[in-house]
């Protein structure tokens, strides 16, 4: 028997026990990658693993157990009957039962296209040829460049009728610059990559341009000052908005953070309870959205079963909605939206961002900066410190440029940009008319915690922030 065969049967055997809902993933990945740092290779990689996760609803609780690569359908049978006995239990004490909104059973295979076959070799020349640009650069002392990719293979069934198969593989390339001088260390580091092939970092998405970027920049950093801390205007680039969008409008639109079910470990949402209500400008539109090709979000169905749609969080500066499971979906009366994700087999789905982004306005961003009188130009993300509410929030960026009269001076490093949430939002006036989505691929969250993959982004947005050197 298959690990698909296995699922449909752990189905039959959790209805036949009292289960009043089940759902199993069979699920394999295969990895291959390598690390290159300063012209050496520093370590190959090549793992698999394939396993079963298996959630039951039973007397209105969860109950969940995986498995990995189990030898028997036995050894699955006493897992799940010992899962269905705990959820019972459990539900014995459980005040407020779950309820799930209900949704059209599915029966599909979705097969995702590669271009390029992401061979090792392949993937070799490309890390030794970054990796070699970077170095390049006089003052750069460190270069690191990693590139892996992924073969994921998911079956989805559960007690409802549905069937779905996912084939997809990621392909992730990470790239650091680090440049030294007279007792000064700068760094500027990107990762690029998407779902699909090696055309993911290749053609247009050319990483060896990328590499000889971050490579100047990290050594003009080193000649660059600090910034005086002050009000100002802001342009913030794509980049530096995805990581915007990705810690204060994607993470509290997530239902259960709503709902304060993630309070302990990773914070709530300040909007909580206000949806339908203005929380920004009229330039505020942001959509969460599965849809996008290529995005690391990338699915037409979500680990639900759940086709995949595209969500609109805010409208005109309107919350509209939230990320839903179809849990809180019941809880909300709103229909569950294809938001529910889990790294692997091994661990409970949890409502996660798909390709969190702000939709792109009528502004041309050379347009944007030449309307600003006294600024800064924030570009790509660094490091973001927001509290448990997603209400005040800094965020380093890798470098900026002051705006004078609409030019732009020189580089700017150490730099910090600080809000909040309500005030920053209702400062935006401008959104560009370019958009990008990037790749973040190491979002944590839960308890175990669970590390992600999504996209975010959005086009050039202007608002007014607080900005600061990191030393003051």
């Not at 959820?87 to 059209?104: F, G, I, M, T």
């Not at 076959?117 to 890390?127: D, H, L, N, R, T």
Request: aromatic share 6%; with cysteine; glycine share 8%.
């Amino acid at each position: 028997m298959t690990l698909e065969d296995y699922a449909e049967k752990a189905v039959q055997i959790a209805l036949q026990h009292g289960s009043q809902y089940c759902d199993v993933r069979a699920e394999s990945v295969q990895t291959t990658g390598l690390v290159i740092e300063n012209g050496g290779v520093e370590n190959f990689l090549s793992s698999s693993d394939s396993g079963l996760g298996i959630r039951v609803l039973v007397n209105g609780a969860w109950g969940f157990c995986s498995m990995s690569d189990p030898k028997s359908f036995e050894l699955v049978q006493e897992s799940l009957l010992d899962t269905i006995k705990s959820a019972r239990h459990y539900s014995e004490n459980k005040k407020q039962k779950v309820r799930l909104a209900d949704v059209k059973s599915s029966i599909d295979s979705v097969n995702y296209q590669v271009k390029i076959f992401p061979s090792v070799e392949a993937m070799m020349k490309i890390a030794l040829e970054s990796d070699g640009i970077i170095k390049n650069t006089k003052r750069i002392i460190k270069s690191s460049v990693s590139i892996h990719h992924d073969k994921f293979h998911k079956y989805f069934v559960n007690s409802e009728g549905s069937k779905i198969i996912h084939n997809f593989d990621d392909v992730i390339a990470n790239l650091s610059a680090t440049a030294h001088y007279s007792g000064l260390t700068e760094s500027v580091n990107t990762t690029e990559g998407g779902r699909g092939g090696l055309e993911m970092i290749t053609g247009k998405n050319d990483i060896l341009a990328v590499a000889q970027s971050i490579s100047e920049k990290a050594d003009a950093l080193l000649d660059a000052p600090t910034v005086k801390e002050e009000k100002a205007t802001v342009v913030m680039n794509p980049d530096f908005v995805a990581l915007l969008t990705h810690e204060i409008l994607g993470h509290p639109s997530e239902a259960d953070r709503v709902l304060g079910k993630e309070m302990a470990w990773a914070g709530g949402a300040w909007w909580a309870g206000k949806i339908g209500t203005k929380i920004g400008s009229s330039e505020l539109n942001v959509i969460d959205d599965p849809t996008i090709p290529s995005s690391l979000g990338w699915y037409q169905y979500d680990d639900e079963g759940v086709p995949a749609t595209k969500k609109t969080l805010v409208k005109d500066g309107i919350l509209s909605t939230h990320m839903q499971s179809r849990e809180t979906a019941a809880l909300f009366d709103a229909p569950p939206n294809s938001s529910m994700r889990a790294t692997g087999y091994s661990f409970m789905p949890l409502i996660r961002m798909a390709c969190t982004c702000i939709e792109p306005g009528n502004w041309n961003p050379d347009e944007m900066i030449k309307d600003v009188k006294n600024g800064y130009l924030i570009c790509n993300m660094k490091i973001p410190s927001i509290d448990m509410m997603r209400y005040n929030w800094s965020i380093s960026c890798q470098y900026a440029q002051k705006i004078e009269n609409g030019e732009l001076g020189g580089l700017l490093r150490d730099v910090i940009v600080m809000g909040n949430s309500p005030e920053f939002f209702e400062s935006i006036d401008a959104r560009g008319k370019d958009f990008k989505v990037r790749p973040i691929a190491n979002c944590g969250k839960g308890d175990p915690m669970q590390v992600m993959r999504m996209g975010n982004g959005g086009p050039h947005i202007r608002g007014k922030s607080i900005v600061k050197s990191v030393a003051t």
